[in-house]
């Protein structure tokens, strides 16, 4: 099982940005998002599809159809500029899968 | 303080062993299932290993297993790799993550600042 992420998204300040992530019949599995700044660990962003950690703001949301999950940053700011991480978890084996990440640059 | 602190990173020897430690502060480490994630240099996540809140469950990526194992010392609230047989390709950051779910979904909500091991 692969999740596949685009390597870059790019955004002017205050607009929209959306990062998506790819699998096979993904709309049925839970998918969590994270965010990871340069020399930083990432960071828990969207969990459980739709939920946010204490202190995440709610422009990150979370939506998916029967292939993929896309991550929404509304109102992008500068400070939002980093990888940003799919996961998941396969239950056919009891794995952990990331898909590869997403630079999102913000122009 | 709630946090994670990793130690044990260094330069080795392919072929060579090493421990990585993970250290819990401000909450009961075995409350909650851990998790080892590794980043190699300009590259993605990745997986390695899980061990379950209540010890019962192991798990390794397949790229590690049977050259890595997982044990607790729950009285000093830490988690310990241990890595046997190190490859050039296990050169990586290596992060402890917290995983508050009981039984499968899991994911991270905590993370310590990662320990660097170098296989050269």
């Known amino acids: 099982y692969v999740l596949t992420q685009p390597p870059s998204v790019s955004v002017a300040p205050g607009q929209t940005a959306r990062i998506p992530c790819e699998g096979n019949?993904?709309?049925?599995?839970?998918v969590h998002w994270y965010q990871q700044k340069p020399d930083q660990a990432p960071v828990l962003v969207v969990y459980d599809d739709r939920d946010r950690p204490s202190g995440i703001p709610d422009r990150f949301s979370d939506s998916k159809s029967a292939n993929t999950a896309t991550l929404t940053i509304t109102t992008v700011e500068a400070g939002d500029e980093a990888d940003y991480y799919c996961q998941m978890w396969n239950s056919s084996n009891d794995h952990v899968l990331f898909g590869g990440g997403t630079k999102l640059t913000v122009l | 303080q709630v946090q994670l602190v990793e130690s044990g990173g260094s330069v080795v020897q392919p072929g060579r062993s090493l421990r990585l430690s993970c250290e819990g502060s401000?909450?009961?480490?075995?409350?909650?299932?851990t998790h080892w994630v590794r980043q190699a240099p300009g590259k993605g996540l990745e997986w390695v290993a899980i061990?379950?809140?209540?010890?019962?469950?192991?798990g390794f990526a397949d790229s590690v297993k049977g050259r890595f194992s997982l044990f607790r010392d729950n009285f000093n609230n830490m988690v310990h790799l241990q890595m046997s047989s190190l490859r050039t390709e296990d050169t990586a950051m290596y992060y402890c993550?917290?995983?508050?779910?009981?039984?499968?979904?899991?994911?991270?909500?905590?993370w310590g600042r990662g320990t660097l091991l170098t296989v050269s």
């Open positions: 993550a917290r995983d508050p779910t009981v039984i499968g979904g899991y994911y991270f909500d905590l």
């Open positions: 061990l379950s809140y209540d010890g019962k469950t192991k």
């Open positions: 401000g909450f009961t480490l075995s409350d909650y299932n």
């Open positions: 019949n993904i709309g049925s599995e839970a």
